[in-house]
């Protein structure tokens, strides 16, 4: 066994670095012992040490091994290619091996000891001769054991960022094109309508589909052109732009104006209340309010109410609402206590609301929406093609906070959400039809006389032919003579496809809903 280290021959270092018989590149000779020294305890081999990376990957991984695990204990000698060329001296092997001099590049191309490279490679490395010396990063002690955790971290917070980024953009509203006909004005009549779509977000429908898409292109094409002022409710705009489509189909066609809910985030744990308010009309004064939190699954939606000042004529303006409330989960048509409580604290804030924002002007009011209370009543003994005439507990109850008289308690002469401000409301259809007409849950005959749902797309089992009276317009004059505007010819819109004389006959065999909505307008 030697007893000394070996020791390479003596080197020129006049000797020419090109072989001049061959063309190649001649590495010199070092002391392997002195030049060369890489000590087990030493912490990993720097970057140059490692082969040039050929993909992205590969340079990532490179570079998180060059991350030191602990301390450093001592440096790593590297061997140095000693030269007079200024361009080659001090550099590493694998440093010198992807460099090039412009005098021998045609030469060292089809050298053996050089790996091959993409031309994004070679790119890379072009560049990054020509930057500046980069700040090394080495971690403190106490950190470099969790470099992974960090590593993870790095990673879990980067993708976190690009999530919030693309929520901020693809959940706010987008930008609307310019009005292409001017305001309307009114001395005679304008068309209102009040009408839940059912345009909930996706994934969430009552069967296997509700044809959004579809009933959309159907609004658009045959329900915007038949009116001035339309107030919508389950227009939900969250994970969906399906409500941006509506509002920009609907400016094109002269509704240059809108009142929307608020727009809703993931990180907010909710969506928006789904309510939408367009007109041809100017609207001078707008207002928005949310409802606390509901039940069920109606927690998620951030329910509220809408108001416009809309103005007809430059003498006669008109104060339009339109709200959304709790939904009734009722089990086997008992009605919830919980949900109708929560309802009547809405109305209360409704109410407040109406106060806050029209009690100081003189024009008239106009309620208009989806309340959630069955106005109708359903005894065993009556048939359900009876319509009713009387009003429901809970109809009654509801009328009496909105129009500020509250609702008297049964252990006391106390009335809860009482108001000192009374607003006298009228319902236009049960003035118009002398009962409550049916809006959802209603029901048709086939052709051997049998009374069948009238929808089954969007209407959910439970609820067929349930004949509810939920959708409501309420009206309240205005306080002087000048600002009188009367309110005619309410009814209520089915909107049955089979009935639109609009529609080609091959047309009406592609559409595969019998109503655009699950309730009647």
């Given at each position: 066994?030697?007893?000394?280290?070996?020791?390479?021959?003596?080197?020129?270092?006049?000797?020419?670095?090109?072989?001049?018989?061959?063309?190649?590149?001649?590495?010199?000779?070092?002391?392997?012992?002195?030049?060369?020294?890489?000590?087990?305890?030493?912490?990993?081999?720097?970057?140059?040490?490692?082969p040039?990376?050929?993909?992205?990957?590969?340079?990532?991984?490179?570079?998180?091994?060059?991350?030191?695990?602990?301390?450093?204990?001592?440096?790593?000698?590297?061997?140095?290619?000693?030269?007079?060329?200024?361009?080659?001296?001090s550099?590493?092997?694998?440093?010198?091996?992807?460099f090039?001099?412009?005098?021998t590049?045609?030469?060292?191309?089809?050298a053996?000891?050089?790996?091959?490279?993409?031309?994004?490679?070679?790119?890379?490395?072009?560049?990054?001769?020509?930057?500046?010396?980069?700040?090394?990063?080495?971690?403190?002690?106490?950190?470099?054991?969790?470099?992974c955790?960090?590593?993870?971290l790095?990673?879990?917070f980067?993708?976190?960022?690009?999530?919030?980024?693309?929520?901020?953009?693809?959940?706010?509203?987008?930008?609307?094109?310019?009005?292409?006909?001017?305001?309307?004005?009114?001395?005679?009549t304008?068309?209102?309508?009040?009408?839940?779509?059912?345009?909930?977000?996706?994934?969430?429908?009552?069967?296997?589909?509700?044809?959004?898409?579809?009933?959309?292109?159907?609004?658009?094409?045959y329900?915007?052109?038949?009116?001035?002022?339309i107030?919508?409710?389950?227009?939900?705009?969250?994970?969906?732009?399906?409500?941006d489509?509506?509002?920009?189909?609907?400016?094109l066609?002269?509704?240059?104006h809108?009142?929307e809910?608020p727009?809703?985030?993931?990180?907010?744990?909710?969506?928006?209340?789904?309510?939408?308010?367009?007109?041809?009309?100017?609207?001078?004064?707008?207002?928005?309010?949310?409802?606390?939190?509901g039940?069920?699954?109606?927690?998620?939606?951030i329910?509220?109410?809408?108001?416009?000042?809309?103005q007809l004529?430059?003498?006669?303006?008109?104060?339009?609402?339109?709200?959304?409330?709790?939904?009734?989960?009722?089990?086997?048509?008992?009605?919830?206590?919980?949900?109708?409580?929560?309802?009547?604290?809405?109305?209360?804030?409704?109410?407040n609301?109406?106060?806050?924002?029209?009690?100081?002007?003189?024009?008239?009011?106009?309620i208009?929406?989806?309340?959630?209370?069955d106005?109708?009543?359903?005894?065993?003994?009556?048939?359900?093609?009876?319509?009713?005439?009387?009003?429901?507990?809970?109809?009654?109850?509801?009328?009496?906070?909105?129009?500020?008289?509250?609702?008297?308690?049964?252990?006391?002469?106390?009335?809860?959400?009482?108001?000192?401000?009374k607003?006298?409301?009228e319902?236009?259809?049960?003035?118009?039809?002398?009962?409550?007409?049916?809006?959802?849950?209603?029901?048709?005959?086939?052709?051997?006389?049998?009374?069948?749902?009238?929808?089954?797309?969007?209407?959910?089992?439970?609820q067929?032919?349930?004949?509810?009276s939920?959708?409501?317009?309420?009206?309240?004059?205005?306080?002087?003579?000048?600002?009188?505007?009367?309110?005619?010819?309410?009814?209520?819109?089915?909107?049955?496809?089979?009935?639109?004389?609009?529609?080609?006959?091959?047309?009406?065999?592609q559409?595969?809903?019998?109503?655009?909505?699950?309730?009647?307008?």
């Amino acid at each position: 066994m030697p007893t000394e280290p070996y020791h390479d021959e003596e080197v020129n270092t006049n000797q020419p670095l090109i072989d001049e018989t061959n063309g190649r590149r001649r590495v010199q000779s070092h002391n392997s012992f002195q030049d060369s020294i890489i000590s087990t305890q030493s912490s990993p081999p720097p970057y140059d040490l490692y082969p040039p990376a050929k993909s992205l990957l590969g340079r990532a991984y490179n570079w998180l091994r060059k991350i030191p695990r602990s301390n450093t204990h001592q440096p790593i000698y590297l061997p140095i290619i000693p030269g007079n060329d200024n361009n080659i001296s001090s550099r590493s092997l694998f440093s010198f091996r992807r460099f090039r001099t412009t005098e021998t590049q045609s030469t060292l191309s089809n050298a053996s000891s050089i790996p091959s490279h993409s031309c994004w490679s070679n790119y890379y490395h072009a560049i990054s001769d020509r930057l500046p010396d980069r700040p090394r990063l080495t971690l403190p002690s106490f950190l470099a054991p969790h470099r992974c955790l960090l590593i993870s971290l790095s990673f879990f917070f980067l993708i976190l960022f690009s999530f919030l980024l693309f929520c901020s953009i693809f959940f706010s509203p987008e930008t609307l094109p310019d009005p292409v006909f001017p305001d309307k004005i009114t001395n005679t009549t304008a068309r209102f309508l009040t009408l839940n779509i059912f345009m909930r977000p996706p994934l969430i429908k009552n069967n296997w589909s509700d044809y959004k898409d579809d009933r959309l292109a159907y609004i658009e094409k045959y329900i915007l052109p038949e009116y001035d002022i339309i107030t919508f409710q389950e227009s939900f705009a969250f994970a969906s732009r399906r409500k941006d489509h509506l509002i920009k189909a609907a400016r094109l066609m002269g509704f240059n104006h809108h009142v929307e809910s608020p727009r809703k985030y993931p990180w907010q744990l909710g969506i928006d209340g789904g309510l939408l308010m367009i007109s041809r009309f100017p609207i001078v004064q707008s207002n928005v309010i949310e409802y606390p939190r509901g039940h069920h699954s109606d927690w998620l939606s951030i329910k509220g109410v809408l108001h416009a000042l809309i103005q007809l004529n430059p003498t006669h303006k008109i104060n339009l609402y339109t709200t959304h409330t709790q939904a009734s989960y009722d089990l086997n048509n008992v009605i919830n206590p919980d949900d109708t409580a929560i309802r009547l604290s809405q109305f209360s804030i409704f109410h407040n609301f109406i106060h806050d924002t029209a009690k100081e002007n003189e024009y008239p009011i106009m309620i208009a929406g989806d309340l959630n209370v069955d106005a109708a009543t359903h005894p065993i003994t009556r048939p359900i093609t009876q319509p009713s005439t009387a009003s429901s507990v809970e109809y009654t109850q509801m009328v009496d906070v909105i129009s500020g008289k509250g609702v008297k308690n049964a252990y006391s002469d106390e009335r809860w959400f009482e108001h000192p401000w009374k607003l006298d409301i009228e319902d236009v259809l049960y003035r118009q039809y002398k009962y409550h007409p049916v809006t959802f849950g209603d029901y048709t005959t086939n052709e051997k006389g049998e009374l069948i749902p009238a929808e089954t797309v969007l209407t959910n089992w439970d609820q067929l032919m349930t004949v509810q009276s939920i959708d409501r317009v309420f009206w309240a004059d205005g306080s002087t003579e000048k600002s009188r505007v009367g309110l005619t010819n309410a009814r209520v819109e089915k909107f049955w496809v089979k009935e639109n004389e609009l529609i080609e006959e091959e047309e009406r065999q592609q559409i595969g809903f019998t109503q655009i909505s699950g309730t009647s307008s």
